[in-house]
């Protein structure tokens, strides 16, 4: 079987915030949100993003959509790079590329109906008469398992996990090749999140949709991801595939992610690691590995110098000097 194309490709992406100054004559502090990540998504899987709150996530995901503005890197999508792409040519890729966020409730507009909202991205881009516009809600209305006569009906009117139904069949809307699904079930009751990550799979299936998936949730990550990339403090520290991220995790941050969700028995190599600290502030990272403040393992080299991101094994990628799976 030939290998599906790649759809998106992430080279050293670099998103920086400048803050105010504290004071005149103090230097202006810039967040280093997102600080070299490099990533690529094949057509038709997930790669999922996964690290504690602050890492970086949801900017690098804002990132591909032009919704922050990167100071460095490059985007490809479908060989298009968009970094150079026009607003005018970006308009219609917009089509393409679609977000679904953690809060459905935030992220509706309490005075529209469910109806309208799904509408709204056919309207935006002409899509169709009105006829059409409305036939196609309801496909839509459908596909996610909401029901027709739901249409008139305001967000407060529908649960959690309704409401994310909403924000899919408005993602949906424009026919897309690729979402980010940013924290979708993060806000979710864990029984409602099941249905919502079945749903997410079941709409990958059918309709070949590429997903970066974004959460700060292995256990959730897990259920859904082809790949996996671990993200500390802007850049990612360790990526593979699923199955190897599980049975065989190199980096001491992962580890001590992993230690954390899985239940006994399938730890059988992994000793619950508690990190010590809280992950460092981004406007000072720390000098060398990022990691080393919160490393067991850690050694002078760490201090001193910054480990890159190379391929271990097959398919394997770590930003660790050491060995440090033994
Ligand atoms: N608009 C912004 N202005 C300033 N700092 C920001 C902004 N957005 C995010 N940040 C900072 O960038 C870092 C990464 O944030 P974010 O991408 O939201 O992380 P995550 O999604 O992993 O929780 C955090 O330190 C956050 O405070
Ligand atoms: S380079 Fe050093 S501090 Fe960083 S993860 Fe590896 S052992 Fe820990
Ligand atoms: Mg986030």
Redesign the pocket.
């Known amino acids: 079987m030939t290998e599906p194309p790649v759809l998106l490709e992430v080279e050293n992406l670099k998103v920086q ?1 400048k ?1 105010k100054r504290p004071a005149m004559f103090m230097p202006q502090p810039v ?1 280093h ?1 997102v600080d070299g990540v490099s990533f690529k998504i094949k057509r038709g899987s997930t790669l999922g993003l996964v ?1 504690e ?8 995901g804002l990132a591909l959509l032009g919704l ?1 503005k990167p100071h460095a890197g490059k985007i490809r999508f479908d060989g298009t790079d968009l970094r150079a792409t026009s607003a005018h040519d970006m308009f219609p890729m917009r089509k393409r590329i679609q977000i679904i966020f953690q809060d459905p409730y935030s992220s509706l507009n309490p005075r529209q109906t469910a109806g309208e909202i799904v509408m709204e991205p056919l309207v935006i881009h002409q899509v169709g008469s009105v006829a059409e516009q409305r036939a196609r809600v309801a496909e839509l209305f459908s596909l996610v398992g909401l029901r027709q006569n739901q249409m008139e009906l305001f967000p407060h009117q529908f649960s959690g996990g309704q409401r994310q139904r909403i924000c899919i069949a408005r993602a949906l809307a424009l026919n897309p090749e690729f979402i980010v699904c940013d924290e979708p079930v993060s806000a979710l009751d864990v029984a409602i999140q099941a249905q919502i990550l079945n749903l997410l799979c079941r709409l990958q299936d059918e309709l070949d949709l590429t997903y970066l998936f ?1 959460s ?1 949730d292995l256990a959730v990550i897990q259920h859904v991801c082809d790949e996996i990339a671990v ?1 500390y403090l802007g850049t990612i520290v360790e990526q593979t595939t699923r199955e190897k991220l599980f049975s065989q995790p190199r980096h001491p941050y992962t580890r001590a992610l992993l230690s954390a969700v899985l239940q006994d028995g399938a730890t059988q190599k992994i000793e619950r690691i508690r990190l010590k600290g809280d992950i460092p502030n ?1 406007i000072d990272k720390p000098p060398g590995c990022r990691f080393h403040t919160r490393c067991l393992h850690a050694q002078e080299l760490c201090r001193q110098r910054e480990p890159v991101l190379s391929e271990k094994s097959p398919g394997h990628w770590e930003a660790c000097h050491f060995e440090t799976t033994a």
């Open positions: 915030f803050l967040v949100a690290g709150s602050g890492c970086g996530k949801s900017t690098s922050v974004i700060h993200m981004p």
